[in-house]
């Protein structure tokens, strides 16, 4: 089975401090996803990675930044935290392709609050 | 623009009862890709089912079925003689596969919380 973990499931931080979520997965997949997910929002889509070192903005970049050093690992940078990017953040990863047909694994979560 | 909506925000059912889900998608793309997910209490979206835009076969699945209708771009997920288990939020997604912005992202709808009372 697909393993997709993330570091922390509860994460409380404090106004203008840096974050990092961790995010691993064990299936040489080439593509790793952040979402955050928000209460009558769904998920939306921070940032995306087709490969090591290479990353593309999804719909809300806006205040993140991503990492991927290697192909296992994609990290999610909170630059500056603000009271609006407490949320409850979602990794996912899948095989290779942005035409592919094949489903995105998601780990369990990390439920982020900044005070 | 591609665009998933889940009219229903909350359903709440008794044990035994059939529930359907409602996922209504917009694309102009002509090749793309459904999915739904279940996230139970745990936090982890559990993969369901994907479907491909040229293929309108109903899918079954022990007490799961979906309706694929192009027609009225609907990919609609009904549980058959629900139980307390299937208590969860579920998502419908949309992939286009080629053109424009949305070319490989997974865009997903508000999410449907469903509670089965037993």
């Known amino acids: 089975d697909v393993k997709v973990t993330q570091s922390s499931r509860y994460l409380v931080k404090r106004t203008g401090e840096k974050v990092f979520l961790e995010c691993v997965q064990d299936?040489?997949?080439?593509?790793m996803f952040w979402y955050r997910q928000d209460p009558g929002l769904g998920l939306r889509l921070i940032y995306f990675?087709?490969?090591?070192?290479?990353?593309e903005k999804g719909d809300i970049p806006e205040g993140y930044s991503v990492s991927r050093e290697k192909k296992e690992r994609f990290s999610l940078i909170l630059e500056s935290a603000s009271t609006n990017q407490t949320s409850m953040y979602l990794c996912?990863?899948?095989?290779?392709?942005?035409?592919?047909?094949?489903?995105?694994?998601f780990g369990d979560g990390t439920r982020l609050s900044i005070l | 623009a591609q665009k998933v909506t889940q009219a229903q925000t909350e359903i709440s059912v008794v044990e035994k009862e059939d529930v359907t889900l409602d996922c209504v998608y917009e694309?102009?793309?002509?090749?793309?890709?459904l999915f739904w997910y279940k996230q139970p209490p745990s936090g982890e979206l559990v993969f369901l089912i994907r479907?491909?835009?040229?293929?309108?076969q109903n899918e079954i699945s022990g007490r799961y079925s979906w309706n694929f209708q192009k027609s009225t771009s609907s990919f609609n997920f009904t549980i058959t003689a629900s139980q307390v288990v299937d208590s969860a939020v579920y998502f419908c997604?949309?992939?286009?596969?080629?053109?424009?912005?949305?070319?490989?992202?997974?865009?997903f709808g508000q999410g449907t919380i469903l509670t089965v009372h037993p």
């Open positions: 997604a949309l992939r286009a596969v080629w053109g424009g912005t949305s070319y490989g992202k997974l865009t």
């Open positions: 694309t102009r793309d002509t090749t793309y890709y």
């Open positions: 990675s087709y490969d090591v070192k290479m990353k």
């Open positions: 479907r491909n835009s040229f293929d309108e």
């Open positions: 299936m040489d997949h080439e593509n």
């Open positions: 996912a990863s899948s095989w290779r392709g942005r035409g592919s047909n094949q489903p995105q694994h």
